[in-house]
């Protein structure tokens, strides 16, 4: 009697299949923390480039005007010398200033800085104000806040007289360094600011330079290369900062006033909306979270971003430097003074 072959199914089984998808998942969940880091590798790269463009145009402006940019200005009686015919400047901060630096030549020269309110007010042929651009090289892309928002402000504010209310103002992760400046201390939450005694003005709010800490104000302060007796190299002049952590800086990169930090509060203190603390953007702290609310001044307004571990910093010499949220609190003071004329050691 002829035996009939037996064919084996070349098909799965269930224990084999299962085996396959638990390989695979062990497989993903190894490589998935790998792509995430490569990934923010890239971030942070562009981020550190976009903060060096930013240095490299602060530099060609003191090539040209001897001097760095004001961080401020709103006062009728402050000028500025663009193209060789003195402007009143109001309502345009630091980044505005550099923007024929970076490539913007054609959005600056939409400027009527002859108006009071300057940049405030001026807009694209459409009627779309300028304040309203997105930036992406003002703008570092491990900011979730910004990314899930396209660059926008989450709040309304009130431009002044004849400007419109918006919340499409545009907004930047990188802001002028006021240094270890005094700030606002109620509520107490430890960072008095002023660490040296060279920052008095409260918040730089001053065109006394002598009264400034780091290398910009909250007025028209001129501060060229040789006011910063510390060196270039050791002294912070831009950072990175987290708009959305601060009701200040949530204003955008076109308003002055909003483009402040300094080194009183610890690099990455928390303020942001992933705090419970944060709330909306119109309320006031509750008791109890004084010290990590988005309105208190005296911690909001210092350097953050969402890299694990610290903060790009660039010094007045444009070099790009990463620093860790753990740097001893002194020498962060020293990096961000520009006359306390201590050496700064390693960080």
């Known amino acids: 009697m002829r035996q009939i072959p037996i064919r084996r199914s070349n098909a799965f ?31 942070r790269l562009q981020c550190a480039n976009n903060l060096k463009q930013i240095g490299l145009a602060l530099h060609n402006y003191h090539s040209t005007w001897q001097t760095f940019p004001p961080g401020y200005s709103t006062s009728e009686n402050n000028w500025v010398d663009i193209g060789g015919t003195m402007y009143k400047v ?32 001026s807009t694209y042929p459409d009627g779309t ?6 930036l992406e090289n003002y703008l570092c892309p491990s900011d979730g806040d910004i990314r899930r928002n396209q660059g926008r402000s989450p709040v309304w504010f009130t431009g002044g007289a ?34 040296f005694g060279h920052g008095s003005a409260l918040m730089a709010m001053t065109d006394n330079p002598s009264e400034v800490s780091g290398v910009f104000a909250h007025g ?32 955008g990169w076109w308003r002055e006033s909003g483009m402040r930090a300094g080194t009183s509060p610890p690099i990455n203190y928390d303020t942001c909306p992933t705090n419970s603390c944060w709330k909306d953007a119109d309320g006031q702290p509750d008791a109890g ?53 201590e050496p700064v050691g390693d960080y």
């Open 13 to 43: 089984t269930l224990v084999e299949l299962l085996v396959v998808i638990a390989i695979i998942g062990i497989l993903v969940a190894m490589l998935l923390p790998a792509v995430q880091a490569a990934r923010e590798a890239a971030r």
């Open 90 to 121: 109001h309502h345009g901060s630091m980044l505005v200033l550099i923007l024929p630096y970076i490539e913007q030549s054609s959005m600056f020269s939409m400027i009527d800085f002859t108006n009071i309110q300057g940049a405030e007010t």
């Open 129 to 134: 104000f300028l304040y309203e651009t997105v």
């Open 162 to 195: 004849g400007v419109k209310d918006t919340e499409d103002r545009g907004l930047a992760n990188y802001a002028p360094s006021f240094g270890a400046q005094l700030q606002i201390t109620t509520p107490a939450c430890g960072y008095p600011g002023n660490q």
């Open 220 to 251: 028209t302060v001129w501060m060229r290369v040789s006011d910063i007796h510390d060196g270039t190299s050791n002294t912070i002049a831009v950072g990175e900062i987290r708009p959305w952590c601060s009701y200040y800086q949530m204003i």
């Open 289 to 341: 979270c004084e010290c990590n609310h988005h309105r208190s001044w005296q911690v909001a307004t210092g350097f953050k971003s969402e890299h694990p571990g610290g903060a790009h910093l660039m010094m007045a010499d444009s070099s790009v430097h990463f620093l860790g949220e753990n740097i001893d609190y002194v020498t962060y003071q020293r990096l961000g003074d520009r006359l306390d004329g």
